[in-house]
């Protein structure tokens, strides 16, 4: 299938960071949202990252026009899902917000559109059945910040096709990313589950006394060459993030062992989310 125009639904820090990739590829590119705040707040960010890109000299000011073109933000789910090739949900954690959507995506776009979830933790099996065209269903699940991260995790459910897939691995490899196709699904795919391993051990290090959090981040940038430690990672991404993965992953599973750990637990429940809030398992200005 070729695809040549993609919607993002949600303008989050994932979904614009979708959409601009996406543009700067060459695709056109809708990013919706339902709130107009949150529109006109993605659109300023991806304005002044592009501006960014070009006074650093790695965008040229023709590509950065270019992209700038390409790319639309709109509260209107109908009108951008009406000539979309390949739709990417970028939306919350929620199960049931997931499904809404589905549903109305397959609604509005083509018949022969893509319907793809950037869930990093609910597979598309647990939507697809909210639509009509569940052969093409899958998670293309991106990685923060998605504008720099080239890992992109591809996962079939049971009944997505072999064109479905052919046709997200390629788009994947034409914004310049690195596709890792899961021929299963399993919670958390494959990247997360490796993190969560680290995450895990990092929060029991921290909880039971053996190193404060700011030398187990040591320890795994510098002895293990990590970019950065486990702890300022579940702050970058969010502790509510963090939270919320984890509970979906219960959700899936009913093991207890998935259960948010409660030092997470308790960050999320004062609402220190991390560098969104300022506080997280660091204070930010």
């Known amino acids: 299938m070729d695809v040549r125009t993609v919607l993002v639904v949600g303008s989050g820090a994932m979904g614009r960071q979708i959409g601009m990739a996406a543009a700067v590829a060459g695709f056109t590119t809708a990013v919706r949202d339902v709130s107009a705040e949150a529109v006109s707040a993605a659109e300023a960010d991806m304005h002044r990252w592009l501006d960014g890109r070009v006074a650093k000299g790695r965008l040229g000011e023709a590509q950065a026009a270019d992209a700038w073109e390409r790319i639309a933000f709109t509260t209107d789910l109908a009108a951008a899902a009406a000539d979309a090739d390949l739709v990417i949900e970028a939306a919350t954690e929620k199960l049931e917000v997931k499904r809404a959507i589905f549903a109305e995506l397959d609604a509005f776009a083509p018949a022969q559109a893509i319907l793809a979830t950037n869930s990093s933790t609910l597979?598309?099996?647990?939507?697809?059945?909210?639509?009509?065209?569940?052969?093409?269903?899958?998670?293309?699940?991106?990685?923060?910040?998605?504008?720099?991260?080239?890992?992109?995790?591809?996962?079939?459910?049971?009944?997505?096709?072999?064109?479905?897939?052919?046709?997200?691995?390629?788009?994947?490899?034409?914004?310049?990313?690195?596709?890792?196709?899961?021929?299963?699904?399993?919670?958390?795919?494959?990247?997360?589950?490796?993190?969560?391993?680290?995450?895990?051990?990092?929060?029991?290090?921290?909880?039971?006394?053996?190193?404060?959090?700011?030398?187990?981040?040591?320890?795994?940038?510098?002895?293990?060459?990590?970019?950065?430690?486990?702890?300022?990672?579940?702050?970058?991404?969010?502790?509510?993030?963090?939270?919320?993965?984890?509970?979906?992953?219960?959700?899936?599973?009913?093991?207890?062992?998935?259960?948010?750990?409660?030092l997470v637990t308790a960050k999320y429940e004062a609402g220190e989310f991390g560098r969104k809030t300022g506080k997280g398992w660091y204070t930010y200005e």
């Open 123 to 262: 597979a598309s099996s647990t939507v697809a059945d909210a639509t009509g065209r569940p052969e093409k269903v899958c998670n293309m699940h991106f990685f923060n910040p998605a504008l720099v991260m080239r890992a992109v995790e591809i996962v079939r459910n049971p009944q997505t096709s072999d064109e479905t897939v052919a046709t997200v691995v390629e788009v994947a490899r034409a914004m310049g990313k690195s596709p890792v196709l899961l021929n299963k699904e399993i919670p958390g795919f494959v990247a997360n589950r490796l993190m969560g391993a680290v995450r895990d051990e990092a929060l029991a290090l921290y909880a039971g006394g053996v190193a404060s959090l700011e030398d187990i981040d040591t320890a795994a940038k510098d002895a293990l060459g990590y970019p950065m430690g486990p702890f300022e990672l579940m702050d970058l991404v969010g502790l509510d993030v963090t939270y919320l993965i984890r509970q979906a992953a219960y959700g899936q599973t009913g093991d207890e062992k998935d259960l948010p750990h409660p």
